[in-house]
C-alpha cells in the first residue's frame, strides 16, 4: 500500500540523505562484481527496472553490478538462491511485489522473506491497467464492472500465472466484487497479447511497462488504472476508484535485497549505490516515461523497505487465502 508523505518532507529527507557524508564499507569491499539476480525471465518489468538500476549503481561502486535471471517458481528460485548465498554483499535480489505474496501462496516456502534478507530500499512502483478486448461490449471501467456481474464465470480473465502481478490484481477484483470468473493462466505476459487482441480473452490488468505500447497502438481498450490519481503517460484513463470501484489500488512495488548477515557496513553502502541510482536523471527519466517513478526518498531506507514488506504482506494474506489457490 502506498505510503503517502508531504512535498516538505520528502525534501527534507532527499537533504538529508543528500548531505549524509559517504558510507564506507569494511575491508576493501567491494573488489569483485557484484551480481543482481532478478528472479524472472529476461525482458519482464522487474528486468527493465533492474537493469537500468544495475548500471547505475555500478557507476556509483565502482564495479559491475551483473544481471543474472533466475526464473522459475513465482520469483521464488531466484529469491532462494540470494537467501543461500555468501552474506558478503556480492549477491542482492530486485525483486517486485512477488516476494510479500509469496509468504502465502507457497505454504512451503524455504526462505522467509522477512528474516532470510537484509532489506536494502525500496526501488520503485509500478501501476497497472485495466485492458478489454478491442472488441468488448463497453468502454468504460464500469462497463467492465457490469459484465463482470452480469456474465460471472462466462467472463474469461486472463493473468500471467500464479502469483504474477496480473493474477494478483484480478484475484482482488473477484474479492472486491463478490464474483468469481473463469481465469485463463498463462506463462508470463507476452502470449497474453495476441490473444486478448484477436479477442479470444476478455480482460487483463498488466503493468504500464508492458501495456503502454499497446494503449499507444490503440490495439485495446484501456478503461482504468490502479492508481489514486490518473497517468499522464495514459491520459483519458480514469482510475478504478472514479470509475467506480474505490479503494481499488494495486502498484508493482520492486525492493532490493541482500542475503541475511550482511554486514550493516556492506548494507549501508548498497543502500547508498541505490539511491544513487534512483536519484540518476537518466534512470529517472526512463522510469517517469514507463509510468513507473522511483520510490519517495523516504522510502528508500532499509528500515521503510521492511516495514513495507511486513505490511503488504499482510494486506495480502486474507485476499490470497480467501482466494483459495497454493502455489503448493
Same mark, same amino acid.
Given at each position: ?46 528486468? $527493465? ?26 520469483? /521464488? /528460485?531466484? $529469491? ?61 471501467? $464500469?462497463?467492465?464492472? =457490469?459484465?463482470? =456481474? ?24 473477484? $474479492? ?5 470468473? /473463469? ?25 504500464? /511497462? ?58 549501508? =553502502? ?10 540518476? +536523471? ?16 523516504? =522510502?528508500?531506507?532499509? %528500515? %521503510? ?6 505490511? +503488504? ?16
Amino acid at each position: 500500500m502506498t505510503t503517502t508523505i508531504s512535498r516538505r518532507g520528502a525534501l527534507a529527507a532527499g537533504a538529508a540523505l543528500l548531505a549524509a557524508p559517504a558510507v564506507r564499507a569494511q575491508g576493501n569491499w567491494p573488489d569483485q562484481a557484484i551480481t543482481m539476480v532478478i528472479p524472472f525471465a529476461p525482458g519482464g518489468p522487474t528486468d $527493465a527496472v533492474g537493469r537500468m538500476i544495475a548500471e547505475a549503481m555500478s557507476r556509483d561502486l565502482g564495479v559491475n553490478v551483473v544481471v543474472q535471471n533466475v526464473g522459475g517458481a513465482g520469483g /521464488t /528460485t531466484g $529469491a532462494n538462491r540470494v537467501a543461500q548465498a555468501r552474506p558478503d554483499g556480492n549477491t542482492i535480489l530486485l525483486h517486485n511485489i512477488g516476494m510479500a505474496t509469496a509468504a502465502i501462496l507457497y505454504r512451503r516456502l524455504p526462505f522467509d522473506p522477512v528474516d532470510s534478507f537484509e532489506h536494502l530500499g525500496l526501488v520503485t512502483a509500478t501501476p497497472m491497467v485495466w485492458l478489454a478486448r478491442p472488441d468488448f461490449p463497453g468502454q468504460t471501467f $464500469a462497463d467492465m464492472i =457490469r459484465y463482470v =456481474r452480469e456474465r460471472r464465470d462466462a467472463v474469461n480473465l486472463a493473468n500471467a500465472g500464479l502469483g504474477s502481478a496480473s493474477q494478483l490484481c484480478g484475484t482482488l477484483l473477484q $474479492a472486491s466484487l463478490g464474483v468469481g470468473v /473463469t481465469t485463463v493462466s498463462f506463462t508470463g505476459s507476452g502470449p497474453i497479447y495476441p490473444q486478448l487482441i484477436a479477442g479470444r480473452l476478455d480482460i487483463y490488468c498488466d503493468q504500464t /511497462t508492458s501495456a503502454a505500447s499497446h494503449i499507444r497502438a490503440n490495439s485495446l481498450k484501456a478503461l482504468a488504472v490502479t492508481t489514486a490519481e490518473p497517468l499522464p503517460q495514459v491520459p483519458g484513463v480514469p482510475t478504478a476508484g472514479q470509475a467506480g470501484l474505490p479503494g481499488f489500488e494495486v502498484t508493482i512495488w520492486h525492493g532490493l535485497y541482500a542475503p541475511k548477515g550482511t554486514p550493516a557496513p556492506v548494507a549501508a =553502502r548498497l543502500n547508498q549505490a541505490l539511491r544513487f541510482a534512483l536519484r540518476d +536523471e537518466r534512470v529517472m527519466a526512463r522510469l517517469n516515461d514507463l509510468a513507473s517513478p522511483p520510490e519517495p526518498v523516504a =522510502r528508500q531506507t532499509q %528500515a %521503510a523497505h521492511r516495514a513495507h514488506l511486513i505490511a +503488504e504482506i499482510e494486506r495480502w494474506r486474507p485476499i490470497l487465502q480467501a482466494a483459495g489457490q497454493f502455489a503448493d
